[in-house]
């Protein structure tokens, strides 16, 4: 006698692929004894002639098949759900590496766009193709599924170790803790090379499955050359950071203000001491410390001859190329005795304006400085200690910006002690984007690295068959107190392109000076600067107005003195050429750009313009589809109001908007500014 309930049935599912058939006993199960009872009774009825052997055959051949298709395709649908939850989880992981990479900015756009493609592809796999190619997935699918895998695991651990630095590198450098910082690093080199190497293996043998896989190879291309540089980096980083010896760097405290044309003037800086991975000395200068040890006798540019007779650390920030003025202000640095008598060199130069400062101060919130009576924050950063500097230099201190030494170490601490460095991370992009941080190693390699994330401040190189414009505005302010900070300026520059192939500019400077609203005199000051004009190479002056005279005269006879010539500022200022119709301008030729340049003087509550018209010939004339590209780039620590107008040649437009004038408006451009334009004719 059966006690179940009527209502509940017994069932069989299966365990490892639930819901995929419904597998119920029947609803009224055959009892055993009444079966064989009725066999017993009717056997005679129920046997059946034996089939005829054609049938047989059949019967047999068909089981057969059915057996075979039934296992072919069991094995594919399994093979298909294994590889389909491969393809899925490395799709997975490789857009966490994407998200990853972008976050940090360690590869370009189009090894993320290759990240992505390639992940969205494995994720939108069908069973039908998996079917419809299996013998070519049973070909060369073991080992680009072994190394999709590896990809997707490695990529799983780069976003953890990436993750962990981004977070723990600045404590851990500040902490004693760079010998796990090391570690971390090696994982890092490990997994790179890793990923780098089977992402060649996937490249070269996605041809054997891309019938099922589409898989468009040349995506990986840009991957691989990013996982390369990368990896290839971190084999010098890690030398340098393993040395048991201690490495130097300077820090350089640049104060637009007084504007120079690699950033600001240096009246400040900090010497870093690095060993193995750890921080351990951060000191605070005065750039006069060095000057003061400085024995050799240098010509200074002829600008700065109106305010010095030789060169000096604090002037050496002439060169728009960063790269120029700190390899110059390494030279000086070390030739001086401050660091010659203890043999001291240095590996490197970071250069920060005061924005980066500012920063660190709306991280870290106010520091109280009681024997200078002031609290410092972000809003107040560089006027406060301007004061304080100029106050101290008036009372004739010996140390006028000693309030920097006091400041920096509470910074620090303060910002360090913050949880997690992420958000540290986060700001270097902006700083290195708006050249707030720029850097320069004497390491090629380091050198290398870092100009190709566009952190060292270099003038652009114009290709070969350049078909565009290219612009620069710079300040050095000689003369002019500390008047930059309350200089308003705009830039207009309208472009013209031509059908013969010339582009004609006229470009207006700007310059309203505000420094009569300060209670300060070294903001009320006459703002006085040598403004120099970066153009394309062949650029030929055709108009000027505006600028001042101004007579340098040597204070000394250099070469009875005995004074020796730079030889890069020698080789620029050997091109000088004077305007005949315009006395006022001049012309160089610097960084592999013509330079327009003159002396602009505008008073407290006044305004002066300064223009400049301009022509240069590109590579071939305008045609359909020319791809015309308009750099710009902006000189280091400087806020400015830009507008740009590009005119398209007679009967053209641009694809980008569809009209025949392209405009730009910015008061606040990344570092360098691309604008590539797309000729169409209409």
């Given at each position: 006698m059966n006690d179940s309930p009527d209502n509940i049935r017994p069932e069989t599912s299966d365990v490892k692929w639930p819901g995929e058939e419904d597998r119920s006993l029947p609803e009224q199960p055959i009892q055993a004894e009444a079966a064989a009872e009725f066999a017993s009774r009717h056997g005679d009825e129920l046997e059946e002639p034996p089939p005829p052997q054609s049938r047989l055959w059949w019967n047999v051949f068909a089981g057969g098949v059915i057996a075979v298709v039934c296992i072919v395709g069991l094995l594919a649908f399994l093979g298909y759900r294994e590889s389909r939850e491969t393809f899925t989880e490395a799709g997975r992981h490789l857009?966490?590496?994407?998200?990853?990479?972008?976050?940090?900015?360690?590869?370009?756009?189009?090894?993320?766009?290759?990240?992505g493609k390639l992940g969205r592809e494995l994720e939108s796999l069908s069973f039908g193709d998996f079917v419809r190619h299996l013998g070519s997935v049973l070909k060369g699918g073991a080992g680009i599924f072994g190394d999709i895998q590896g990809v997707a695991g490695s990529a799983t651990l780069l976003v953890e170790e990436l993750g962990f630095l981004e977070q723990n590198a600045i404590p851990l450098a500040f902490g004693g803790g760079g010998e796990e910082i090391i570690v971390h690093l090696e994982n890092v080199k490990n997994l790179l090379s890793d990923t780098a190497a089977r992402s060649v293996r996937i490249a070269s043998t996605a041809s054997d499955i891309r019938e099922f896989l589409p898989l468009d190879s040349s995506i990986l291309l840009p991957l691989q050359f990013d996982l390369n540089r990368l990896a290839q980096f971190a084999d010098p980083l890690l030398l340098w950071l393993k040395d048991e010896k201690p490495h130097h760097l300077l820090v350089l405290f640049q104060n637009p203000s007084e504007i120079r044309p690699g950033g600001g003037f240096l009246g400040s800086y900090a010497e870093v001491l690095i060993r193995r991975g750890n921080i351990e000395e951060v000191n605070v200068r005065d750039v006069n410390e060095v000057d003061r040890g400085l024995k050799e006798n240098i010509i200074p540019p002829k600008p700065v001859?109106?305010?010095?007779?030789?060169?000096?650390?604090a002037d050496a920030n002439w060169?728009?190329?960063?790269?120029?003025?700190?390899?110059?202000?390494?030279?000086?640095?070390?030739?001086?005795?401050?660091?010659?008598?203890?043999?001291?060199?240095?590996?490197?130069?970071?250069?920060?304006?005061?924005?980066?400062?500012?920063?660190?101060?709306r991280r870290s919130g106010p520091i109280e400085l009681p024997e200078y009576k002031v609290t410092i924050d972000e809003t107040n950063f560089l006027f406060e200690i301007q004061k304080q500097v100029q106050q101290g230099q008036a009372r004739r201190s010996s140390y006028p910006k000693q309030i920097l030494?006091?400041?920096?170490?509470?910074?620090?601490?303060?910002?360090?002690?913050?949880?997690?460095?992420?958000?540290?991370?986060?700001?270097?992009?902006?700083?290195?984007?708006?050249?707030?941080?720029?850097?320069y190693f004497k390491n090629p390699d380091f050198e290398e690295f870092f100009d190709y994330y566009g952190a060292t401040g270099e003038v652009y190189d114009l290709p070969e068959g350049f078909e565009g414009d290219y612009l620069a505005i710079v300040d050095a302010n000689i003369g002019g107190g500390k008047t930059d900070i309350f200089v308003k300026q705009k830039i207009t520059l309208e472009s013209q392109i031509n059908l013969d192939g010339t582009v004609t500019n006229h470009l207006a400077v700007t310059r309203r000076h505000e420094g009569n609203k300060s209670a300060f005199s070294w903001y009320r000051a006459p703002s006085q600067v040598y403004l120099k004009v970066f153009t394309p190479p062949g650029s030929k002056l055709e108009n000027f107005t505006g600028g001042i005279k101004k007579t340098i005269t040597p204070p000394i006879n250099y070469a009875k003195s005995?004074?020796?010539s730079d030889s890069l500022l020698q080789q620029i200022e050997s091109t000088e050429e004077q305007f005949f119709s315009y006395p006022l301008a001049r012309g160089y030729t610097e960084s592999g750009k013509n330079v327009f340049a003159?002396?602009?003087?505008?008073?407290?509550g006044k305004t002066a313009t300064t223009t400049f018209d301009y022509s240069h010939r590109l590579f071939l004339p305008p045609r359909n589809s020319l791809a015309y590209q308009f750099v710009f780039e902006k000189q280091a620590g400087t806020s400015r109001e830009y507008q740009f107008i590009v005119s398209a040649p007679v009967g053209y437009r641009f694809r980008e908007n569809q009209l025949p004038i392209y405009e730009y408006r910015s008061s606040d451009p990344?570092?360098?500014?691309?604008?590539?334009?797309?000729l169409e004719r209409f």
């Open positions: 857009e966490e590496l994407q998200s990853a990479a972008s976050g940090l900015k360690l590869l370009g756009p189009e090894s993320e766009e290759g990240l001859q109106l305010i010095a007779t030789r060169w000096k650390t060169f728009f190329d960063f790269s120029d003025s700190a390899e110059k202000v390494l030279s000086f640095m070390e030739k001086s005795d401050l660091y010659r008598a203890s043999s001291t060199t240095f590996d490197g130069v970071l250069a920060v304006s005061p924005r980066v400062i500012s920063d660190l101060l030494e006091k400041l920096t170490p509470l910074l620090l601490e303060k910002v360090v002690a913050k949880d997690g460095s992420g958000e540290l991370f986060r700001a270097f992009q902006e700083w290195i984007e708006k050249k707030d941080l720029m850097a005995g004074y020796a003159t002396w602009v003087r505008v008073d407290a990344p570092g360098r500014l691309v604008l590539t334009l797309t």
